[in-house]
T-cell receptor
Framework: GAVVSQHPSRVICKSGTSVKIECRSLDFQATTMFWYRQFPKQSLMLMATSNEGSKATYEQGVEKDKFLINHASLTLSTLTVTSAHPEDSSFYIC?????????????FGPGTRLLVL | AQSVAQPEDQVNVAEGNPLTVKCTYSVSGNPYLFWYVQYPNRGLQFLLKYITGDNLVKGSYGFEAEFNKSQTSFHLKKPSALVSDSALYFCAVRDSFASGGSYIPTFGRGTSLIVHP
């Protein structure tokens, strides 16, 4: 149980285009999903916390107009990288919380590798 | 405030030997501690967590971790390493809800485990 999927797994796009990444909890409902960015050989950088039915909470330094997050249902959150540039190239990982907020364990998706040319 | 440290960038061990990946933490209240493993180009997989109870926590794939409150540590261990255990390991901590801490865990920078045949 507690499976999280991401789509696509890999995307290559031209500079200036927008890219949408989907994160789905397959066998449970997740009121909260998280979006991370990971640079090579570095830890996870939390970008934003996505709550179903409300606006996402962005971490300091993350441009909300650049990284649009929508959490339309209890099983789906999307991250749209708008007007992507080469510096946006990275590994993006989502996670979904299972359980109440006190004992929450995060289950991670397999990640999406974005390459902007 | 909560923080976590993984003092080793890389751990090398021979197959069949015991392994230890170190993690120390700092929280205001009681810690909730997690270990995750990441294989190349994949998301993180949950290994185990400590919330309360026995200090020795057993998790997936034969891994276990020992919570040591006096040393504020949560080292990951396995009695006999396998080559397939080679991966990136992340420790995470969050402060207990009762202490008013954030429910979002803080991740360490990761430790690369290399198991030699």
């Amino acid at each position: 149980g507690a499976v999280v999927s991401q789509h696509p797994s890999r995307v290559i796009c031209k500079s200036g285009t927008s890219v949408k990444i989907e994160c789905r909890s397959l066998d449970f409902q997740a009121t909260t999903m998280f979006w991370y960015r990971q640079f090579p050989k570095q830890s996870l950088m939390l970008m934003a916390t996505s709550n179903e039915g409300s606006k996402a909470t962005y971490e300091q330094g993350v441009e909300k107009d650049k990284f649009l997050i929508n959490h339309a249902s209890l099983t789906l959150s999307t991250l749209t990288v708008t007007s992507a540039h080469p510096e946006d190239s990275s590994f993006y990982i989502c996670s979904a919380g299972l359980g109440g907020s006190v004992l929450e364990t995060q289950y991670f998706g397999p990640g999406t590798r974005l390459l902007v040319l | 405030a909560q923080s976590v440290a993984q003092p080793e960038d890389q751990v090398n061990v021979a197959e069949g030997n015991p392994l230890t990946v170190k993690c120390t933490y700092s929280v205001s209240g009681n810690p909730y501690l997690f270990w995750y493993v990441q294989y190349p180009n994949r998301g993180l997989q949950f290994l185990l967590k400590y919330i309360t109870g026995d200090n020795l926590v057993k998790g997936s794939y034969g891994f276990e971790a020992e919570f040591n409150k006096s040393q504020t540590s949560f080292h990951l261990k396995k009695p006999s390493a396998l080559v397939s255990d080679s991966a990136l390991y992340f420790c995470a901590v969050r402060d207990s809800f009762a202490s008013g801490g954030s429910y979002i865990p803080t991740f360490g920078r990761g430790t690369s485990l290399i198991v030699h045949p």
